[in-house]
């Protein structure tokens, strides 16, 4: 990091932060992860609309959408085309996990140069693979996408292989949830089906523009419990996050598939979404 | 923080971290707290045991003990007495989930001044509650005190009042696990009961100093399912950790206990120890 990144804390460009932070200390905060392209950061309003639905189930108080507006415009001008990270935790406390009577909220705004390449695209898809990590069920944070990440970092080290692109989590019961940094889509039977992420998993912003663009077209869509035998009987699967949009799955194990005709209307649907963006028309 | 903590990072006298620190981003890492009497960290070679386990389990590299007591005793030559924070995470890294291959571990040692009183100690004991936080489940992170801690701090933003000292947490069946900052024994028909840890919750220094006397001391000890009913059946409760050490509940929402035999017990054994460990005598 350093180099090729901008960053502002609290609004200062610092990268460097208090250790007695609730964030290094417990994980106790919210982010979420964006693309800036010609200097415009996509779906900005429905990634602050995110963090603050986030920030309130976390009782961590909003810094405010105008404020997070503004230091990150400030980043786009520094630099036009990125990954931008924006975190929010509850700042520093006292010893102990007790949450301050009155926390003073850490922002940390990153905006990374370079967009990563989506691997095997266009054409080829992702080649993924199951995860034996697991993710533990608990309600009260489930949809959440906070700092409390492990289970993430220990998935994601299950294989080091660069021909593996994404490996697809599981919660206790087998159920099918996410992949470690990625929503799954499946079309069985017509029907696009998601996880259910009532108990555990990440609600990521570009899962939901997808759910809501299907539902404007017409398309029948389920969430639900997904068992990983359904994948099976899918004819299209892909998986889809902010960064990398919609993410055609090829491979799965012995599985193959191609890019089917669902993924790729909606990929269409979603790339006209984000161009827009990119022009400023929204 | 600050004024009345001495904190060395890496060795050196700061009190910041890089934001990059996957401490900071994702609660990638461990951590272990313990008590620093006469100048003398209580049961340092217990807790860098466990510290140098649970990085194994998170395949975080271990800076190694003779570097780790060099730098607590660094701290405890400036200050005598407190309250001793070692916190180890992966480092900096790329973005992203993935592990680096090399990971360069960052080491927060921090000597807060000042030892918190036990409330109602001596011979009042604690009052506490249920919490309705639930514990998720996951076997592979189980037992580790790392620093994914939302749950506990969930959990104990559930109450205000002083009065109520802490609370006790379940899993998502039902099962207690433990405390948000301690593990629970009880005593059930003459026998030391503690809830098993093989799916959720931390295992404490503390706890395996007090199974470890128990044991030696004769006393029959079950590790296993704890259900919240059989608090009622329960003739002595008390909770473990390495601050606080036996903590004797004397209530839990309607049901009161006086301080019995074998806690008391317990706990002159285990002060004997501290004693010892205080005069540098182990």
Not at 20 to 47: C, E, K, N
């Amino acid at each position: 990091m350093g180099m090729d990144a901008a960053v502002l804390i609290n609004g200062r460009s610092e990268d460097r932060v208090d250790a007695a932070d609730r964030g290094f200390q417990y994980g106790d905060g919210v982010f979420t992860t964006l693309p800036v392209l010609s200097g415009r950061p996509i779906f900005l309003s429905l990634h602050l609309a995110r963090l603050e639905r986030d920030c309130a189930r976390l009782r961590i108080p909003f810094p405010g959408v105008s404020l997070l507006q503004a230091e990150v415009r400030q980043l786009c001008r520094m630099q036009g085309e990125g990954v931008l990270k924006i975190q929010i935790t509850r700042g520093c406390g006292d010893r102990g996990y007790r949450p301050p009577a009155e926390p003073n909220p850490t922002r940390v705004i990153r905006l990374s140069a370079g967009i990563p390449t989506r691997p095997g695209l266009p054409g080829q898809g992702a080649t993924i693979r199951f995860c034996q990590h697991r993710l533990g069920s608990n309600p009260a944070l489930a949809g959440v996408k906070h700092l409390n990440r492990l289970e993430q970092v220990m998935a994601r080290a299950e294989w080091e292989s660069d021909a593996v692109h994404e490996g697809l989590m599981s919660d206790g019961a087998g159920a099918l949830i996410e992949g470690t940094m990625s929503n799954l889509f499946a079309v069985i039977a017509g029907c696009l089906v998601t996880p259910d992420l009532s108990h555990c998993g990440v609600a990521g912003v570009m899962r939901s523009v997808v759910l809501a663009t299907a539902c404007a077209d017409g398309i029948a869509v389920e969430v639900r419990p997904l068992h990983p035998d359904e994948l099976e009987l899918a004819t299209e699967v892909f998986l889809t996050n902010s960064v990398v949009r919609i993410w055609p799955v090829v491979a799965l194990e012995n599985r193959t598939w191609s890019v089917g005709p669902l993924t790729q209307a909606l990929s269409r649907r979603i790339e006209a979404q984000i161009q827009a963006e990119s022009r400023g028309e929204t």
